[in-house]
Protein backbone atom coordinates (compact mmCIF):
# COMPACT_ATOMS: atom_id res chain seq x y z
CA UNK A 1 0.00 0.00 0.00
CA UNK A 2 1.23 3.65 -0.56
CA UNK A 3 -0.12 6.30 1.51
CA UNK A 4 -0.03 9.77 0.24
CA UNK A 5 -0.35 12.33 3.38
CA UNK A 6 -1.42 16.08 2.19
CA UNK A 7 -1.69 18.94 4.25
CA UNK A 8 -4.47 21.48 3.01
CA UNK A 9 -3.87 24.10 1.42
CA UNK A 10 -3.42 27.86 3.02
CA UNK A 11 -6.43 28.50 4.70
CA UNK A 12 -8.63 31.66 7.09
CA UNK A 13 -7.32 32.99 9.56
CA UNK A 14 -9.14 31.55 12.97
CA UNK A 15 -11.45 34.07 14.54
CA UNK A 16 -13.40 33.92 17.60
CA UNK A 17 -16.58 34.87 15.21
CA UNK A 18 -16.30 31.57 13.07
CA UNK A 19 -15.88 27.96 14.24
CA UNK A 20 -12.11 26.63 13.20
CA UNK A 21 -14.12 23.61 11.47
CA UNK A 22 -15.37 26.12 8.73
CA UNK A 23 -12.45 28.56 8.04
CA UNK A 24 -12.11 27.20 4.22
CA UNK A 25 -9.11 27.43 1.69
CA UNK A 26 -8.17 31.20 0.94
CA UNK A 27 -7.66 32.57 -2.92
CA UNK A 28 -4.21 31.47 -2.78
CA UNK A 29 -4.78 28.36 -1.26
CA UNK A 30 -7.13 27.37 -3.55
CA UNK A 31 -4.94 28.17 -6.72
CA UNK A 32 -2.02 26.57 -4.58
CA UNK A 33 -3.53 23.23 -4.28
CA UNK A 34 -5.40 23.12 -7.72
CA UNK A 35 -1.56 23.24 -9.05
CA UNK A 36 0.00 20.56 -6.09
CA UNK A 37 -2.94 18.25 -7.11
CA UNK A 38 -2.00 18.32 -10.76
CA UNK A 39 2.08 17.66 -9.76
CA UNK A 40 0.61 14.92 -7.37
CA UNK A 41 -0.79 13.13 -10.32
CA UNK A 42 2.31 12.70 -11.50
CA UNK A 43 3.48 10.46 -9.26
CA UNK A 44 0.06 8.26 -8.76
CA UNK A 45 -0.06 4.92 -10.48
CA UNK A 46 -3.38 4.78 -11.94
CA UNK A 47 -3.01 0.93 -12.66
CA UNK A 48 -3.65 0.68 -8.82
CA UNK A 49 -7.44 1.46 -6.92
CA UNK A 50 -6.76 4.96 -5.44
CA UNK A 51 -9.16 6.13 -2.39
CA UNK A 52 -9.33 9.53 -1.30
CA UNK A 53 -9.87 9.93 2.66
CA UNK A 54 -9.96 13.76 4.27
CA UNK A 55 -10.96 15.23 7.59
CA UNK A 56 -14.20 16.25 7.69
CA UNK A 57 -13.32 19.97 8.06
CA UNK A 58 -14.04 22.20 5.43
CA UNK A 59 -10.91 23.17 4.72
CA UNK A 60 -9.28 19.62 4.35
CA UNK A 61 -11.96 18.47 2.53
CA UNK A 62 -11.78 21.02 -0.04
CA UNK A 63 -8.05 20.30 -0.43
CA UNK A 64 -9.39 16.72 -1.31
CA UNK A 65 -11.65 17.93 -4.16
CA UNK A 66 -9.02 19.35 -6.25
CA UNK A 67 -7.41 16.11 -5.87
CA UNK A 68 -11.06 14.52 -6.58
CA UNK A 69 -11.04 16.57 -10.25
CA UNK A 70 -7.32 16.02 -10.91
CA UNK A 71 -7.47 12.01 -10.55
CA UNK A 72 -10.46 11.54 -12.39
CA UNK A 73 -12.01 9.56 -8.71
CA UNK A 74 -15.82 9.30 -8.42
CA UNK A 75 -16.11 9.50 -4.49
CA UNK A 76 -14.28 11.17 -1.26
CA UNK A 77 -14.27 9.19 1.92
CA UNK A 78 -14.52 11.46 4.99
CA UNK A 79 -12.48 9.50 7.75
CA UNK A 80 -12.15 11.32 11.40
CA UNK A 81 -8.99 10.36 12.57
CA UNK A 82 -8.09 12.67 10.24
CA UNK A 83 -9.41 15.63 12.44
CA UNK A 84 -9.19 13.60 15.90
CA UNK A 85 -5.27 12.53 15.16
CA UNK A 86 -6.39 9.13 16.18
CA UNK A 87 -3.82 6.63 14.35
CA UNK A 88 -4.99 3.64 15.85
CA UNK A 89 -8.15 4.09 14.03
CA UNK A 90 -6.67 5.44 10.88
CA UNK A 91 -4.98 2.12 10.61
CA UNK A 92 -8.06 0.13 11.31
CA UNK A 93 -9.22 2.16 8.36
CA UNK A 94 -6.57 1.28 5.57
CA UNK A 95 -7.06 -1.84 7.04
CA UNK A 96 -9.90 -2.07 4.47
CA UNK A 97 -8.73 -1.61 1.43
CA UNK A 98 -6.91 -3.25 -1.06
CA UNK A 99 -2.79 -3.93 -0.30
CA UNK A 100 -1.94 -2.30 -3.40
CA UNK A 101 -3.96 0.45 -3.39
CA UNK A 102 -2.94 3.91 -3.20
CA UNK A 103 -4.29 6.12 -0.25
CA UNK A 104 -4.50 9.77 -0.23
CA UNK A 105 -5.49 11.30 3.05
CA UNK A 106 -5.79 15.44 3.61
CA UNK A 107 -5.77 16.11 6.85
CA UNK A 108 -4.02 18.56 9.38
CA UNK A 109 -0.95 19.20 11.77
CA UNK A 110 0.13 17.95 13.87
CA UNK A 111 -1.09 14.70 12.71
CA UNK A 112 0.85 14.98 9.43
CA UNK A 113 4.19 15.53 10.90
CA UNK A 114 3.66 13.13 13.93
CA UNK A 115 2.29 10.30 11.76
CA UNK A 116 5.06 10.52 9.27
CA UNK A 117 7.65 10.21 11.79
CA UNK A 118 5.82 7.36 13.44
CA UNK A 119 5.23 5.20 10.52
CA UNK A 120 8.79 5.97 9.14
CA UNK A 121 11.48 7.86 11.58
CA UNK A 122 11.64 11.13 9.37
CA UNK A 123 10.94 13.83 10.85
CA UNK A 124 10.19 17.47 8.72
CA UNK A 125 8.17 20.45 8.68
CA UNK A 126 4.85 19.82 7.04
CA UNK A 127 4.29 22.80 5.06
CA UNK A 128 0.17 23.73 3.96
CA UNK A 129 -0.06 21.82 0.43
CA UNK A 130 3.02 20.05 1.13
CA UNK A 131 2.54 16.06 0.43
CA UNK A 132 4.22 12.94 1.54
CA UNK A 133 4.36 9.39 0.14
CA UNK A 134 5.07 6.15 2.41
CA UNK A 135 5.44 2.57 1.61
CA UNK A 136 3.74 0.72 4.29
CA UNK A 137 5.46 -2.17 4.89
CA UNK A 138 3.61 -3.28 7.51
CA UNK A 139 -0.31 -2.27 9.21
CA UNK A 140 0.22 -4.40 12.57
CA UNK A 141 2.26 -2.47 14.10
CA UNK A 142 2.58 0.34 11.42
CA UNK A 143 6.22 0.60 9.44
CA UNK A 144 6.76 2.02 6.18
CA UNK A 145 9.24 3.97 4.34
CA UNK A 146 9.69 7.77 2.94
CA UNK A 147 9.09 7.78 -0.49
CA UNK A 148 9.24 11.18 -0.73
CA UNK A 149 8.01 14.80 0.86
CA UNK A 150 7.27 17.92 -1.71
CA UNK A 151 6.57 21.26 -0.53
CA UNK A 152 4.14 23.02 -1.92
CA UNK A 153 6.92 24.75 -4.74
CA UNK A 154 8.18 21.47 -5.52
CA UNK A 155 4.58 20.34 -6.31
CA UNK A 156 3.88 22.99 -8.44
CA UNK A 157 7.12 22.48 -10.04
CA UNK A 158 6.55 18.86 -11.75
CA UNK A 159 3.84 20.79 -13.87
CA UNK A 160 5.84 23.47 -15.73
Keep these: MILILVRHGKAEERSPQRNDDDRELTK ?11 GLSALIDSNHPIVLLTSPLVRARQTAEYLQKELSLSAIETENALEDGSLQDFVRALKRFPEDATVIATGHEPFCSSWLGRITGTRVDFRKGA ?13 GKLLFYLNPESLARMIS
Design 131 to 143: AAGIRIDRLSPLE
Design 28 to 38: EGRMEMERNAQ
